[in-house]
Structures are given as structure tokens and as C-alpha cells.
């Protein structure tokens, strides 16, 4: 009872003072804060050429903000490439430096190594601190900026004892398979060992030397292993292998080194990877020892090529290409990217040191119990590593193909089956086929 009455005692209080509570409260509210304006000024800095930067950091832009007295600024930058559509952070000290090894990475990966000025997109934002509260504000610039990088022809060829030393024969391209040289620096040819009668020597010319201008050529220096430009050292020599199907003659333009190889290549490579856990080498079968290799398997995430079955020695590394394609080297390197879950056809050319994968999106019968025109689809079952169908479709003769084409189709003995091989034949019935692909004249069919 007493707590009631003293609230409603409050109250009348309360409502007899009401002119004087506001006029006591009034000094208590707040006016509005007077706006702060900050604006930032940027211009670039001076051309960048990375194959003469000695400094340790190097200037990205010049900027300067327009705030109150006391005010402080710190900067961040960001670079794209070309169309806008990638772009990296670059770390900036007070005075707009960045370092200089990190801002070349971002520019060769954004933009690529051709030795070449770019011009280069730059966003800056400026955090402004004042009275302890952050403004950012943001403005564009541009970075002029050329890679560090030899000048790279898009072919080459070599000039020696083993055509005459005619400057304007081409029969011994050295090739990157066509990619863009600074993406994928490194040239091979391949020389038949039919041709190369002894010890050889040669120099190389680009393409624009063809014809008999012997300044650009490369020659040999006095590291071994690396070469000279411009025509400035001696000839490269190449020592004859006995029995050597062929010769691979390597050059990577980029970091100027070189190699050469006789080779004589055994009847197979092998594929290793993710499919298996790295645990098993699958066989790709070569019997023109040429060096080009097939088979047919599943992958599943990155791999790689190795001549032998038990060991990683001279094990071939992903350069450049796409999932499905690719130029390879014996010099170490990534692993072949993941072409995406399925089965393949695997090309391997471990003389010119490139792939190429064919995705097998299915696998059929056809024969004569339907006039040779339709396909029974076959499902292929990952756990035990064949292509399965139980149907009472297929009676009299009758194949295999890839893909509803006759471009990939099997036949012969079902305990190895070949590419193009003899029609099978079976008599009526309900059966289940399951046929195993590895490589030519080891693909094997089982009927139940």
C-alpha cells in the first residue's frame, strides 16, 4: 500500500512542474555533429621496368588527402588484369612502396611475362582517421610496368651438320605445342635416330632468322646446360647414343637452359594418381616403341606419367594446357590438373612430352540382332573397374564401341580384345557382359 502511494505522489509532482523540467532538460540534447569532408588525390609513378629494378621496394602511386589538421592515412592498392576481371592485392608501406618481388608476381600473374610496357588498373583507398573514427575514401590510378623476360619467338629450329647447316630448313621444329611461349616456355623436337649418323652439332634459329641472319641464333655458352643468345658462343653438340630411336632436344626460352636425350622407348608408360590413392601404376601400351602410348582408364583428381611400373624415376610433370591436354617435362613440376571424374582414353607422347585425354561418356553393344544401327548402353561400375550390362538383347555378332562412334570400337578374342578387332558372336539368351579396358590387346570380356 505504501509502495502505491508513493508512485502516485511521484506523479502529481511531476505534472505540476512540467514547464520547469523542460526548460532544465533542454541543455542535455545534443546538436547535430558538423560533417567532415576527405578526399584523396592519386597520380602515378614512374615506369616500372622489372628487368632493371635493383631496389629492394619500389614506388606504386603518389597520394595525398585532403582532411582536417591532425587527420592520419593509410593506403591500400589493388591491381586487375587486363579485363578487369581478376585482380590482387598489393601490400603498401605510408609512402605508397610496395616490394618489389611481390608486385612483380602480381603483374606476370595477372598479366603474363611478354616483355612488354602495360598499363595497368590501380585502385587506392585511403582510411582516414579522425578523432578516432575511420573515413575511407577511394580513387584510380594507372602503373606502367614490363616483366622481366627474354624475347620469345614463337617457333625455332635447328641449324646443323644434320641438315647442312642450311638457315632455311625447318625440318627440325622445336615446338611448345602451339601455346603462348610465355605461358609455356619450353620447346622440343624430335629427331629420329634414322637421321643422326654420330656425334652433331648445331645452333638454333628463330623464326625470324630463317632465310640467313645468324644473329639471333642460340649457340652454346660456358655453363653447361644453359645457352647464349645472339649468336654469341660456340655450337651445342649432341652425342650419339647407340640404338637411340630418337633424339629429344629440349629448350626452355624462359630460364635459357637446354637439353638433349637419345631415347629408345619400351613397349610401355604408366599413369599414376588420385584414382588409386598414388598406389597404382596403370600401363599404357606403346608397341611401335615410338614413344606415343595408349590406354583406357578411370581418373579421379591429379596425376602423372612414369616409365616404370615400381619406381618415379624420370617421372613426367604437368607444364601447361587444360584439363584435358597438356605439354610435360622430366624436370619436376606439378602434377597433371583433375580432369574431372570419369573414364578416358589416355594419348601419351612421352618422346614430344605432350597428352591428350578423350572422355569415354559411354560404352555399347552393337551387332547384326539389330541390323547393326542401335547400341545397348552399358553402365560403367567404378568399384569393379568395368563397363556392365545384363540384357537378352543380344544374340549372333555383335562389338563394343566408345561413345556411339565406330572410331573407338573393340572385338577379337574376349580374353584381349583390339581396337578394330574380328566381330564376336553369342547365342540367345539373357547375359551379363562385363568388359574390362586397359590398353590394346589387354581389354578382356567376360560373359555370365
Not at 631496389?55 to 593509410?74: R, Y
Not at 612502396?97 to 612483380?104: C, G, I, M, R, V
Not at 619436376?332 to 578423350?358: E, H, S, V
Request: hydrophobic share 35%; aromatic share 12%; proline share 4%.
Amino acid at each position: 500500500m505504501k509502495k502505491i502511494l508513493s508512485i502516485m505522489s511521484m506523479a502529481l509532482l511531476m505534472a505540476g512542474c512540467t514547464e520547469d523540467y523542460k526548460d532544465w532538460a533542454q541543455p542535455f540534447q545534443n546538436g547535430p555533429e558538423e560533417s567532415v569532408s576527405v578526399s584523396i588525390s592519386v597520380s602515378p609513378a614512374a615506369a616500372i621496368d622489372f628487368a632493371t629494378v635493383t631496389d629492394e621496394t619500389v614506388k606504386l602511386f603518389s597520394a595525398s588527402v585532403s582532411n582536417p589538421e591532425g587527420a592520419d592515412a593509410k593506403y591500400q592498392a589493388v591491381i586487375t588484369n587486363e579485363d578487369g576481371s581478376k585482380e590482387q592485392a598489393i601490400n603498401i608501406d605510408e609512402n605508397c612502396y610496395a616490394k618489389t618481388s611481390e608486385l612483380e608476381s602480381a603483374v606476370n600473374s595477372l598479366w603474363g611475362r611478354r616483355p612488354v610496357a602495360r598499363t595497368i588498373p590501380v585502385k587506392v583507398t585511403a582510411y582516414v582517421s579522425i578523432n578516432g573514427a575511420a573515413v575511407a575514401t577511394t580513387a584510380n590510378t594507372t602503373l606502367t610496368a614490363t616483366p622481366n623476360a627474354p624475347v620469345i619467338e614463337d617457333a625455332y629450329y635447328i641449324t646443323g651438320s644434320i641438315n647442312g647447316w642450311d638457315n632455311t630448313n625447318t625440318k627440325y621444329e622445336l615446338t611448345n605445342g602451339g601455346d603462348d611461349p610465355y605461358d609455356n616456355p619450353i620447346f622440343t623436337v624430335m629427331i629420329p635416330g634414322a637421321d643422326v649418323t654420330g656425334d652433331f652439332e648445331f645452333k638454333v634459329t628463330p623464326k625470324s632468322g630463317l632465310g640467313g641472319d645468324w644473329s639471333k641464333c642460340l649457340t652454346a655458352s660456358d655453363t653447361e646446360g644453359v645457352f647464349a643468345t645472339n649468336n654469341a658462343g660456340g655450337n651445342l653438340a649432341v652425342k650419339y647414343v647407340e640404338g637411340a630411336k630418337f633424339y629429344r632436344i629440349q629448350f626452355d626460352m624462359m630460364n635459357q637452359t637446354w637439353s638433349a636425350a637419345g631415347l629408345s622407348f619400351g613397349d610401355f608408360f604408366y599413369e599414376i594418381g588420385n584414382e588409386s590413392g598414388w598406389g597404382t601404376s596403370h600401363a599404357l601400351y606403346g608397341p611401335a616403341n615410338d614413344g606415343k602410348y595408349t590406354g583406357f582408364y578411370y581418373l579421379d583428381g591429379e596425376f602423372k606419367y612414369k616409365p616404370n611400373a615400381d619406381n618415379w624415376d624420370n617421372d613426367l610433370e604437368y607444364v601447361s594446357g587444360t584439363t584435358t591436354s597438356g605439354t610435360l617435362t622430366d624436370a619436376g613440376g606439378p602434377n597433371c590438373p583433375d580432369p574431372g571424374a570419369g573414364f578416358y582414353k589416355i594419348d601419351l607422347d612421352a618422346g614430344a612430352l605432350n597428352y591428350t585425354l578423350t572422355k569415354i561418356e559411354s560404352v555399347s553393344i552393337i551387332g547384326g540382332f539389330n541390323d547393326w544401327s542401335g547400341d545397348v548402353e552399358m553402365t560403367y561400375n567404378a568399384e569393379a573397374g568395368c563397363w556392365e550390362v545384363t540384357t537378352d538383347q543380344v544374340s549372333g555378332e555383335y562389338k563394343f564401341r566408345a561413345n556411339h562412334d565406330w572410331g573407338i570400337n573393340w572385338g577379337g578374342d574376349v580374353k584381349g580384345l583390339t581396337q578394330d578387332g574380328s566381330n564376336l558372336s553369342i547365342g540367345a539368351g539373357t547375359h551379363t557382359f562385363k568388359l574390362y579396358l586397359s590398353y590394346n590387346g589387354a581389354h578382356k570380356l567376360t560373359i555370365e
